[in-house]
């Protein structure tokens, strides 16, 4: 099985999937990109490096059983995609926190109040492969025991559903 974990950077893909108890293995497929020159060029004015999605999908080519933890992730073949989802409000505290800049922070913060990632994710693998869940407020652990869930077949598929005016 392949399970996607995707969400706009922030939503906590790293800190969850460090949580987790699964015989999946979990490629945090930014520091794969890095660590295998897998991009095509640098973004300079983001500071950034843009993937080369046909070179990660061959390094993952042959790879089963993986849980792929990125903001790309659902632009890739998977059977169940998991997207965190975190307040902008929050989604912006925990961006400058970590040090990004504050403009990256914002950018970031607005892509998720207008659910850029869900509508990609639902786009590209349709609403049933599709599990969303709200970090906003919670522990890394809570959230890592709802992905074992989707792991698990314990949950049922959601899109859309988490609301953002809970937290104005
Ligand atoms: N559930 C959470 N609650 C509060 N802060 C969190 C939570 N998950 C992650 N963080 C913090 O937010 C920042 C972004 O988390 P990270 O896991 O790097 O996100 P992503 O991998 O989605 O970009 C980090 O500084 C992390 O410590």
Aim: proline letters at 4%.
């Amino acid at each position: 099985m392949r399970v996607a974990v995707t969400g706009t950077p922030g939503t906590g893909k790293t800190t969850a999937t460090e949580h987790l108890d699964t015989d999946l293995d979990i490629v945090h497929l930014n520091d794969v990109i890095q660590e295998e020159d897998l991009y095509t060029e640098v973004d300079e004015a983001r500071d950034s490096k843009v993937a080369d999605l046909d070179a990660v999908r061959d390094w993952l080519d042959g790879r089963e059983d993986v849980l792929v933890e990125s903001h790309l992730s659902h632009l890739l073949d998977a059977d169940r995609v998991v997207v965190l989802r975190c307040a902008p409000g929050e989604l912006e505290r925990r961006l400058i926190e970590r040090g990004e800049p504050s403009e990256k922070a914002e950018e970031n913060a607005e892509s998720e109040a207008l659910d850029v990632i869900l509508s990609e994710t639902v786009r590209d693998h349709g609403k049933p492969n599709v599990y969303e869940i709200d970090t906003t407020d919670r522990d890394p652990a809570a959230v890592a025991d709802d992905i074992e869930a989707v792991l698990a077949g314990d949950r049922d598929p959601s899109a859309g559903e988490v609301d953002f005016t809970e937290y104005l």
